[in-house]
């Protein structure tokens, strides 16, 4: 299987008013999907208050719903959130009312204009309707973070050569990734620190 780190050009070309990268010379977006969660989400807070690094974490509205003082922890410590739908669903599964209709029942727990469709797949058909109140937010860097038979040395060697300023970088604060996040997230900074790169929120 082939592991595709860096979003190709034609991927962006194809869905051109998704968000896939900023103009910057120094920043990169850290993001984080799926949260939040006891597991991670705490974890991951304390890592970034003690490196005054800020994020943008794309929750999922039944974690949002069950974790309402994580929720609060995220915006207080000065990271951003964004709608992931209410139950992480399939924009290739379900029919674009449905959809849109989990993004709105999500919007009730996360106060946020950003939307990013899990699996990061969604009908280009889906985009108008979504556009009317978000902005579709995908990424330039994917961690697989989530996939075990990726050695964290390999990521961290994929992104010592492939992460540039502009980058949206994408990780998990679920509890699948827990073990593999907890080395790779610490890592991950000092080598981008090292590069000279900052960290900002995407704004709403």
Same mark, same amino acid.
């Given at each position: 299987?082939?592991?595709?780190?860096?979003?190709?050009?034609?991927?962006?070309?194809?869905?051109?008013?998704?968000?896939?990268?900023?103009?910057?010379?120094?920043?990169? !977006?850290? @993001?984080?999907?799926?949260?939040?969660?006891?597991?991670? @989400?705490?974890?991951?807070?304390?890592?970034?208050?003690?490196?005054?690094?800020?994020? @943008?974490?794309?929750?999922?509205?039944?974690?949002?719903?069950?974790?309402?003082?994580?929720?609060?922890?995220?915006?207080?410590?000065?990271?951003?959130?964004?709608?992931?739908?209410?139950?992480?669903?399939?924009?290739?599964?379900?029919?674009?009312?449905?959809?849109?209709?989990?993004?709105?029942?999500?919007?009730?727990?996360?106060?946020?204009?950003?939307?990013?469709?899990? !699996?990061?797949?969604?009908?280009?058909?889906?985009?108008?309707?979504?556009?009317?109140? !978000?902005?579709?937010?995908?990424?330039?860097?994917?961690? !697989?973070?989530?996939?075990?038979?990726?050695?964290?040395?390999?990521?961290?060697?994929?992104?010592?050569?492939?992460?540039?300023?502009?980058?949206?970088?994408?990780?998990?604060?679920?509890?699948?990734?827990?073990?593999?996040?907890?080395?790779?997230?610490?890592?991950?900074?000092?080598?981008?620190?090292?590069?000279?790169?900052?960290?900002?929120?995407?704004?709403?």
């Amino acid at each position: 299987m082939i592991h595709v780190f860096k979003t190709p050009q034609f991927a962006r070309r194809m869905f051109p008013r998704r968000v896939w990268g900023f103009s910057s010379s120094d920043t990169v !977006y850290l @993001t984080f999907d799926d949260g939040p969660t006891t597991e991670m @989400t705490q974890w991951i807070l304390k890592v970034l208050k003690e490196r005054k690094i800020k994020a @943008t974490f794309f929750c999922v509205g039944a974690n949002a719903q069950e974790h309402p003082d994580l929720m609060q922890e995220i915006i207080s410590d000065g990271h951003q959130v964004g709608n992931h739908t209410m139950r992480h669903d399939k924009g290739l599964v379900l029919r674009k009312d449905d959809y849109c209709d989990s993004i709105k029942e999500a919007a009730q727990f996360i106060p946020s204009k950003l939307f990013r469709p899990p !699996y990061g797949r969604m009908p280009k058909a889906y985009d108008k309707e979504i556009l009317e109140n !978000y902005q579709i937010i995908m990424w330039s860097w994917l961690s !697989y973070d989530f996939d075990h038979a990726i050695p964290i040395d390999k990521i961290l060697q994929k992104a010592d050569q492939q992460i540039q300023p502009g980058d949206i970088l994408v990780l998990h604060d679920n509890k699948k990734v827990e073990e593999r996040v907890k080395e790779l997230l610490p890592k991950l900074l000092d080598l981008l620190v090292g590069k000279g790169l900052k960290f900002d929120v995407i704004s709403a």
